[in-house]
T-cell receptor
Framework: QKEVEQDPGPLSVPEGAIVSLNCTYS??????FMWYRQYSRKGPELLMY????GNKEDGRFTAQVDKSSKYISLFIRDSQPSDSATYLC???????????????FGQGTILTVHP | NAGVTQTPKFRILKIGQSMTLQCTQD?????MYWYRQDPGMGLKLIYY???????DKGEVPNGYNVSRSTTEDFPLRLELAAPSQTSVYFC??????????FGQGTRLTVV
């Protein structure tokens, strides 16, 4: 079983749709939960992160973490063509402790928002 | 502000050749990482470093070597290239906080 599982999609939605991206994980040590966005032929960039369980909102983006279910989600409201990218969930046990902030990534979901 | 710089951007190697992928960061970050990204597989950690002179293996270190003689530089060495090493390689750096900053990647093809 992979430590982090992400539905690879691909996902194609019309502009203005609500997008839901999800990951499940098996390692209970994970405390930091991140979403990276990666445009074509570019490096990943941090979109949002959440520590432990709960919700976090940033503009059109909402990240949710349910540690009891080992399940995280990213919601994108009013999706735009500029949101077209690969979205990668990533997790780490710490920010710089004994795990040295190493990230474990999901497989990535390719999202296309068409006008 | 250059951030994390990787060179080269593209490279084609023949089986058995060697090469070094360069990574430099100008943010004075202690933590640096090398990942590889294969289609549909996410990113997998090859090696990481927590400071100059300190390196350790990640999830997929076989066929690679690293060194960290300065805070800025973290080169990745491929010895005896194999087709299985065809991938996109990303270098990342991080201060003590959450966000990791990635370079633009090196696309390597081994034929």
């Amino acid at each position: 079983q992979k430590e982090v599982e992400q539905d690879p999609g691909p996902l194609s939605v019309p502009e203005g749709a609500i997008v839901s991206l999800n990951c499940t994980y098996s390692n209970s040590a994970f405390q930091y939960f991140m979403w990276y966005r990666q445009y074509s032929r570019k490096g990943p960039e941090l979109l949002m992160y959440t520590y432990s369980s709960g919700n976090k909102e940033d503009g059109r983006f909402t990240a949710q973490v349910d540690k009891s279910s080992k399940y995280i989600s990213l919601f994108i409201r009013d999706s735009q063509p500029s949101d077209s990218a690969t979205y990668l969930c990533a997790m780490s046990a710490d920010a710089g402790g004994t795990s040295y902030g190493k990230l474990t990534f999901g497989q990535g979901t390719i999202l296309t928002v068409h006008p | 502000n250059a951030g994390v710089t990787q060179t080269p951007k593209f490279r084609i190697l023949k089986i058995g050749q060697s090469m070094t992928l360069q990574c430099t960061q100008d943010m004075n970050h202690n933590y640096m990482y090398w990942y590889r990204q294969d289609p549909g597989m996410g990113l997998k950690l090859i090696y990481y470093s927590v400071g100059a002179g300190i390196t350790d293996k990640g999830e997929v270190p076989n066929g690679y070597n690293v060194s960290r003689s300065t805070t800025e530089d973290f080169p990745l060495r491929l010895e005896l290239a194999a087709p299985s090493q065809t991938s996109v390689y990303f270098c990342a750096s991080r201060p003590g906080q959450i966000e990791a900053f990635f370079g633009q990647g090196t696309r390597l093809t081994v034929v």
